[in-house]
């Protein structure tokens, strides 16, 4: 499964987020998965996890303007790859599109 998502800022802000939400973002993906593990290499997250007993593995890079991911998922979750990746592009959508990453503010009145 592959995911291409424009992150809207620079590859090291975007990179930063990534950082600090990559364990919440495979947890969200419910409480059946278990042995995560994930490495960065400069721009690059290599990660692994098992949910539902299948190993799903993969890497996800941070560019100039997007993000890329692939992602290996077992036979069993193909059926699921559309939903899985509509998933993957909401939890995109919460960490980039929030306004501390473009630098604006929400004032309330």
């Known amino acids: ?9 620079t590859s090291a802000l975007a990179q930063e987020e990534l950082k600090t ?5 495979i947890a969200r993906f419910g409480s059946e998965v278990t042995d995560v593990r994930q ?5 690059r997250l290599t990660f692994s996890f098992r ?3 299948a190993v799903v593995s993969g890497w996800l890079v941070v560019g100039e303007k ?3 991911l692939e992602a290996n998922l077992p036979l069993m979750a193909m ?5 899985i990746r509509e998933r ?19 004032h309330r009145r």
Do not use: C, Y
């Open 1 to 9: 499964m592959k995911v291409v998502f424009p992150h809207g800022t």
């Open 21 to 25: 939400h990559s364990s919440t973002l």
């Open 39 to 43: 490495e960065w290499k400069e721009n």
């Open 51 to 53: 949910a539902r007993g």
């Open 66 to 68: 997007d993000v890329k």
């Open 79 to 83: 059926f699921w790859e559309g939903q």
């Open 88 to 106: 993957v592009v909401e939890v995109m959508r919460e960490i980039f599109m929030t306004p501390k990453i473009h630098g604006k503010e929400q």
